[in-house]
């Protein structure tokens, strides 16, 4: 069973569209992130979630909107897409915000905005 | 959280140890150190961690010096599937994310 799981892998769109990218784990996990990883290949946090209340807001456009439902979904939702908007994004979970956790990534989204 | 280097690139045979150097001079004493990995095109992939002491696991061993500032990463038997960039991170009690650097590239040849 995949224990973090993101849909959609791959994500193509036109500049200006809305679009959602959508996480799960199944780990019984208290804490879930988001991470960008642009062309350079750095990786960097955008938001973090423990028990659906948001704890990290990295500098990160408006225009990104995470959003918790339950403990075990973290889905991201983009408006107005821009061509800077194209990065893989990876979802990430751990027990909890303890020192010493560690944390557990999904496979990415690839999001490719024309 | 203290910054960490690490060299870009590393070769190594296959089935030879591969050694994965990392400084960490500013390291303070709550913080620990940590390695993930990431094969190409997938998600980084906790390898190991320590505070203080040496630590190993089924995938690896992670040696820190005593004062601290240095730690070694060690597959002892390199595989080609060990291919990928090797993340040195160090992350405090009080940093929830973990905060990705360059790496090193790690080729295991045949």
């Known amino acids: 069973d995949t224990a973090v799981s993101q849909t959609p892998k791959y994500l193509v769109t036109q500049m200006g569209n809305d679009k959602s990218i959508k996480c799960e784990q199944n780990?019984?996990?208290?804490?879930m992130y988001w991470y960008k990883q642009d062309s350079k290949k750095f990786l960097k946090i955008m938001f973090s979630?423990?028990?659906?209340?948001?704890?990290i807001n990295e500098t990160v456009p408006n225009r990104f909107s995470p959003k918790s439902p339950d403990k075990a979904h973290l889905n991201l939702h983009i408006n107005s897409l821009e061509l800077g908007d194209s990065a893989v994004y990876f979802c990430?979970?751990?027990?909890?915000?303890?020192?010493?956790?560690?944390?557990?990534f999904g496979p990415g989204t690839r999001l490719t905005v024309l | 959280d203290a910054k960490t280097t690490q060299p870009t690139s590393m070769d190594c045979a296959e089935g030879r140890a591969a050694n994965l150097p990392c400084n960490h001079s500013?390291?303070?004493?709550?913080?620990?150190v940590y390695w993930y990995r990431q094969i190409h095109s997938q998600g980084p992939q906790y390898i190991i961690h320590?505070?203080?002491n040496n630590e190993t696991n089924e995938m690896a061993s992670l040696i820190i010096t005593e004062d601290r500032k240095s730690s070694t990463l060690i597959l002892p038997h390199a595989t080609l599937r060990d291919t990928a960039v090797y993340y040195c991170?160090?992350?405090?009690?009080?940093?929830?994310?973990?905060?990705f650097g360059k790496g090193t590239s790690l080729l295991v040849t045949p």
């Open positions: 991170i160090v992350r405090s009690n009080s940093g929830y994310a973990l905060n």
């Open positions: 500013t390291i303070s004493g709550n913080e620990y």
């Open positions: 990430a979970s751990s027990q909890d915000l303890r020192s010493g956790d560690t944390q557990y």
């Open positions: 320590g505070l203080k």
């Open positions: 780990l019984g996990h208290d804490t």
């Open positions: 979630y423990n028990n659906k209340e948001l704890i």
